[in-house]
C-alpha cells in the first residue's frame, strides 16, 4: 500500500567489546555495528522454519515477534549459525546471506548477534 511504511526489523553485531558495551546504553558511534535490516517476510521464514524455536528450546531463549534476544555465548552463535546453514534458508531466501555473515562476524569478533525483532 503507497505510503505505509514496512517496519524492518534488525540484528546487529557490535564490531568491538567497547560498541557492545555501548550498544547496552543505546550510545553506539557511527561504526560500532554490522547491522543486517530484516524484513517481515525474513522475519516470517526464520520462524516458519523453526530456527527462532529451536534456539529458545536449546538455550532457553526468548525469541518472539516483539521480543529482543541476543546471542552472546561463542557455542550458541556457532550453533545458530549451523542450524542457519542446516535449514538452508539461504536458498528460500537471499536475504539470510547477510545474516549468516553477522553469525560468522560475531565469533571472529568476539561480541555477539542482536535481534530487534
Given at each position: 500500500?503507497?505510503?505505509?511504511?514496512?517496519?524492518?526489523?534488525?540484528?546487529?553485531?557490535?564490531?568491538?567489546?567497547?560498541?557492545?558495551?555501548?550498544?547496552?546504553?543505546?550510545?553506539?558511534?557511527?561504526?560500532?555495528?554490522?547491522?543486517?535490516?530484516l524484513?517481515?517476510?525474513?522475519?516470517?521464514?526464520?520462524?516458519d522454519?523453526?530456527?527462532?524455536?529451536?534456539?529458545?528450546?536449546?538455550?532457553?531463549?526468548?525469541?518472539?515477534?516483539?521480543?529482543?534476544?541476543?546471542?552472546?555465548?561463542?557455542?550458541?552463535?556457532?550453533?545458530?549459525?549451523?542450524?542457519?546453514?542446516?535449514?538452508?534458508?539461504?536458498?528460500?531466501?537471499?536475504?539470510?546471506?547477510?545474516?549468516?555473515?553477522?553469525?560468522?562476524?560475531?565469533l571472529?569478533?568476539?561480541?555477539?548477534?542482536?535481534?530487534?525483532?
Open positions: 500500500m503507497p505510503g505505509k511504511e514496512t517496519p524492518m526489523r534488525t540484528a546487529c553485531v557490535p564490531l568491538t567489546a567497547d560498541a557492545e558495551r555501548r550498544l547496552d546504553t543505546d550510545s553506539c558511534l557511527p561504526g560500532d555495528l554490522y547491522e543486517v535490516m524484513s517481515d517476510s525474513t522475519v516470517d521464514l526464520l520462524f522454519s523453526g530456527f527462532f524455536t529451536t534456539l529458545n528450546t536449546r538455550f532457553g531463549l526468548l525469541f518472539d515477534r516483539y521480543e529482543d534476544e541476543s546471542i552472546t555465548r561463542t557455542e550458541q552463535l556457532q550453533y545458530a549459525r549451523a542450524l542457519l546453514r542446516d535449514l538452508q534458508l539461504g536458498r528460500k531466501c537471499q536475504s539470510i546471506d547477510p545474516l549468516d555473515i553477522a553469525f560468522g562476524l560475531a571472529e569478533k568476539m561480541t555477539g548477534i542482536y535481534f530487534y525483532l
